[in-house]
């Protein structure tokens, strides 16, 4: 199964844009461009694949990190919610997140501080921000934490989504990348499904068909694939052709300086 979206531009560095500015709420801002009603297309075509009622957990990831998995998950929150869906937006890339600059709250708390704390009483609603778009909250990631591997793959985070789901309708999980550290795949074992982020041009096969494996190894219930920054033009040779090479260095950055004298 395949979605399609188009960006009209290129990327090939590691982001760190949408890190220090956030990603551009395409679906709030213009909800009335082709683009926005890509992401609507996206949301009815996945929710053929998750009929059941229980349903309430959907993970948004990708292979290596940069490649658009933070943009898709906030406008497709953002296209949950004004359907009339209780939503909520949970930063579980708790490496580079993203979600507090994108919609403008503050990350001095978050999902990082309810994990860790050591109450059992913690008020979960203080940390949870309302949005200005009806029916959407966020929950941002928190301080970075030195273990996200093994936070996230607590029981205590366990607890929470359970909560969670009793409050509402949908929650999204802005998901770490499946490829570089193991939090993706925990990450995915956690969500009722999973949908991965392939950028055209960027992505290669070999990353792709890792993160496939590497889900598949922990039994994530993989929905399918978003494409985004689709190319017509490109179409034609992105299933035989290398389009990498960017992501050689670790998850926290490359030295782009280098990255651009190969170009």
């Known amino acids: 199964m395949s979605f399609f979206s188009r960006f ?34 996206i949301r009815t075509n996945l929710k053929f694949s998750f009929l059941d009622s229980n349903f309430k957990v959907l993970a948004i990831m990708s292979a290596l990190p940069s490649e658009g998995k933070s943009i898709v998950s906030a ?4 296209t949950w919610a004004e359907e009339g869906k209780k939503t909520l937006l949970v930063d579980a890339d708790l490496r580079r997140p993203t979600v507090h600059q994108s919609f403008k709250v503050s990350n001095r708390y978050g999902l990082s501080n309810i994990i860790t704390s050591s109450s059992n009483s913690v008020n979960i609603s203080e940390m949870i921000d309302h949005t ?12 970075i934490p030195p273990n996200p ?14 909560f969670l789901k009793g409050r509402y309708d949908l929650i999204i999980l802005d998901a770490p990348p499946v490829d570089t550290v193991t939090d993706g795949q925990i990450v ?5 499904g999973v949908a991965l982020v392939v950028p055209q041009g960027i992505a290669t096969k070999d990353a792709v068909s890792r993160a496939v494996k590497l889900l598949r190894q922990v039994k994530a219930n993989i929905l399918g694939v978003i494409m985004n920054r ?7 040779s992105y299933y035989g052709s290398y389009y990498g090479g960017y992501y050689g260095g670790n998850y926290y950055g490359i030295d782009e300086k280098k990255e651009d004298k190969k170009k």
Not at 8 to 20: A, G, Q
Not at 75 to 78: D, F, M, R
Not at 149 to 162: D, N, Q, T, Y
Not at 188 to 192: E, G, I, L, R, V
């Open 75 to 78: 406008n497709l929150a953002v």
């Open 188 to 192: 995915a074992t956690k969500a009722d």
């Open 8 to 41: 009209t531009h290129k990327k090939t560095k590691l982001d760190e844009d949408s890190m220090k500015y956030g990603v551009a709420l395409i679906t709030k801002n213009d909800p009335q461009s082709g683009i926005s009603e890509q992401y609507r297309t």
């Open 230 to 236: 689709f190319n017509a033009a490109e179409s034609t």
């Open 132 to 143: 200005d778009i009806d029916n959407l909250d966020v929950l941002t990631s928190g301080p």
């Open 149 to 162: 591997a093994e936070l996230l793959g607590s029981e205590r985070f366990g607890r929470l989504l359970e």
